[in-house]
């Protein structure tokens, strides 16, 4: 049973950087054809997908967030994390990370943390 936990700080301040971390266990994030995605949830909104890190190690990214994204890994904890730079309140969401193919196709994933509250406030 593959299980995956988000860690991070809940509260940043407007134009700070957030950096989650996903620790996976009962699975390799190197597994071939595996890829590891980060996910949030806006209060009020659907489900968005922000990029994701291939076994092979390389990372892919939403469009919309590209620019302020970075996702990397850290093989030897079996972790990959999400960095996201300039963060304003709009980013305030309940962030996933999750096991599918990149990209909104929900019913793909079929692995998923618990989600870790992040709010962006002065």
């Known amino acids: 049973q593959v299980q995956l936990q988000e860690s991070g700080p809940g509260l940043v301040k407007p134009s700070q950087t957030v950096s989650l971390a996903c620790t996976v266990s009962g699975g390799s994030i190197t597994t071939t054809s595996s890829y590891w995605s980060w996910i949030r949830q806006s209060p009020g909104l659907g489900l968005e997908w922000m990029g994701a890190?291939?076994?092979?190690?390389?990372?892919y990214y939403s469009p919309s967030l590209k620019s302020r994204t970075s996702i990397s890994r850290d093989t030897s904890k079996n972790q990959f994390t999400l960095q996201l730079n300039s963060v304003i309140p709009e980013d305030t969401a309940v962030y996933y990370c999750?096991?599918?193919?990149?990209?909104?196709?929900?019913?793909?994933?079929?692995?998923w943390g618990q989600g870790t509250q992040v709010t962006v406030s002065s």
């Open positions: 999750a096991r599918g193919p990149y990209g909104s196709a929900w019913s793909a994933y079929d692995y």
């Open positions: 890190i291939a076994y092979s190690g390389v990372p």
